[in-house]
């Protein structure tokens, strides 16, 4: 078992770029989560899926789109980068909103 | 809706010490609580969670912590550290009770090990 992994590590982008940042899980989780982590603000929910075709924003979801085409994978598309994008991402995976979150390893992003 | 405070951002303790780091959380009818731990560069680890029976829940690592009803409180705990304790630890509750709720994170408190 994989558990949750995520692609890229590290990624540079420039202000106006977009990108996707993917996810992919394989323990048959109905419910995944994109948070972003910042110094001193812990992690904060960014879209979340309760289960293939279906997704939800979270706390803090403007300039991000998610999309949830099988219950494996829910990418996290950035539609056009800025500075205040600049985060590390975690992806997660659970049986359950409330349940306990299964992470994977992250994404460093940084915007100039 | 739930909330969740470490009071303390950081933490020093000398190797070999004790340790508790605290978290309150608001109060509910029901909640679930969880630790998490995260080595510097790499996602979090579930270490401990509460979800109900027993109000002291043992993790991995010798980490445990207490569940206390009354003064709304889950710290974690543990009796002798190490260096490669060294992390960020962060709290979290949800409440099974509500439909659609979620998890909410606290902001999380460093432990640095001392030698």
């Known amino acids: 078992n994989a558990g949750v992994t995520q692609t890229p590590k590290f990624q540079v982008l420039k202000t106006g770029q977009s990108m996707t940042l993917q996810c992919a899980q394989d323990m048959n989780h109905e419910y995944m989560s994109w948070y972003r982590q910042d110094p001193g603000m812990g992690l904060r929910l960014i879209h979340y899926?309760?289960?293939?075709?279906?997704?939800d924003q979270g706390e803090v979801p403007n300039g991000y789109n998610v999309s949830r085409s099988t219950t494996e994978d829910f990418p996290l598309r950035l539609l056009s980068a800025a500075p205040s994008q600049t985060s590390v991402y975690f992806c997660?995976?659970?049986?359950?909103?409330?349940?306990?979150?299964?992470f994977g390893p992250g994404t460093r992003l940084t915007v100039l | 809706a739930q909330s969740v405070t470490q009071l303390d951002s950081q933490v020093p303790v000398f190797e070999e010490a004790p340790v508790e780091l605290r978290c309150n959380y608001s109060?509910?009818?029901?909640?679930?609580l969880f630790w998490y731990v995260q080595y510097p560069n790499q996602g979090l680890q579930l270490l401990l969670k509460?979800?109900?029976?027993?109000?002291l829940v043992k993790g991995i690592n010798g980490f445990e912590a207490e569940f206390n009803k009354s003064q709304t409180s889950f710290h974690l705990r543990k009796p002798s550290v190490h260096i490669s304790d060294t992390a960020e630890y962060f709290c979290?509750?949800?409440?099974?009770?509500?439909?659609?709720?979620?998890?909410?994170f606290g902001k999380g408190t460093r432990l640095h090990i001392l030698p």
């Open positions: 997660a995976s659970s049986l359950g909103l409330a349940e306990a979150q299964y």
């Open positions: 509460y979800l109900s029976g027993s109000t």
């Open positions: 899926s309760v289960g293939a075709g279906i997704t």
């Open positions: 109060s509910s009818v029901s909640v679930y």
């Open positions: 979290a509750v949800s409440d099974p009770g509500k439909r659609d709720d979620k998890i909410i």
